[in-house]
T-cell receptor, first 111, second 113 residues
Framework: GIQVEQSPPDLILQEGANSTLRCNFS?????LQWFHQNPWGQLINLFY???GTKQNGRLSATTVATERYSLLYISSSQTTDSGVYFC?????????????FGKGTHLIIQP | DTAVSQTPKYLVTQMGNDKSIKCEQN?????MYWYKQDSKKFLKIMFS???????INETVPNRFSPKSPDKAHLNLHINSLELGDSAVYFC????????????FGSGTQLSVL
């Protein structure tokens, strides 16, 4: 199966800072998605982004499928952005297979 | 309305017991999943199920079995619980194909004593 590597594993920032989280895949993937797990454990889907760039408020994501990586940008961080950010994908032709997740980036935003 | 709901939120039980976790989705998706999140927050697929096929992660012990009474429900039954089964279990659903955005339930924290 595919391998998913996320970096950095941990990140501590002050409120208002910007950050870039990276996700590398060992092979081609489709169905690439980013998730945020908040401190209460809830997993929220942020982006479905198999290629290209999308923006949602202070968050944006870019996937370069040919180079097998994706980036998540967080601008003007707020304390509510704290939590773990996961990227996940599926190998082409995976059909109903579940997504393979990276180990996550643990983000702490300090006031 | 909650899109993917699972119950119970917390489950504390003794080793050797059998337990079930229920999951329901009202998104009209055709595929449902169970994921296990360990103490290091690693999320691992356990099962994928739609009305055509069940895909089982080969590392999942056969004490775990998914049961789907209909398209909107996928319950997880666990026999002979072991200490190592303690984890958070997430149900999820998506539509297969190119629009397969994944939505998660709120999780069930299972503690085996």
């Amino acid at each position: 199966g595919i391998q998913v590597e996320q970096s950095p594993p941990d990140l501590i920032l002050q409120e208002g800072a910007n950050s870039t989280l990276r996700c590398n895949f060992s092979d081609s993937v489709n169905n690439l998605q980013w998730f945020h797990q908040n401190p209460w454990g809830q997993l929220i889907n942020l982006f479905y982004i198999p290629s290209g760039t999308k923006q949602n408020g202070r968050l944006s994501a870019t996937t370069v499928a040919t180079e097998r990586y994706s980036l998540l940008y967080i601008s003007s961080s707020q304390t509510t952005d704290s939590g773990v950010y996961f990227c996940a994908g599926r190998a082409p032709g995976g059909g109903a297979d579940g997504l393979t997740f990276g180990k996550g980036t643990h983000l702490i935003i300090q006031p | 309305d909650t899109a993917v709901s699972q119950t119970p939120k917390y489950l504390v039980t003794q080793m050797g017991n059998d337990k079930s976790i229920k999951c329901e989705q009202n998104l009209g998706h055709d595929t449902m999943y169970w994921y296990k999140q360990d103490s290091k927050k690693f999320l691992k697929i356990m099962f994928s199920y739609n009305n055509k096929e069940l895909i089982i992660n080969e590392t999942v012990p056969n004490r775990f079995s998914p049961k789907s009474p209909d398209k909107a429900h996928l319950n997880l039954h666990i026999n002979s619980l072991e200490l190592g089964d303690s984890a958070v279990y997430f149900c999820a659903s998506s539509q297969t194909g190119s629009l397969g955005k994944l939505f998660f339930g709120s999780g069930t924290q299972l503690s085996v004593l």
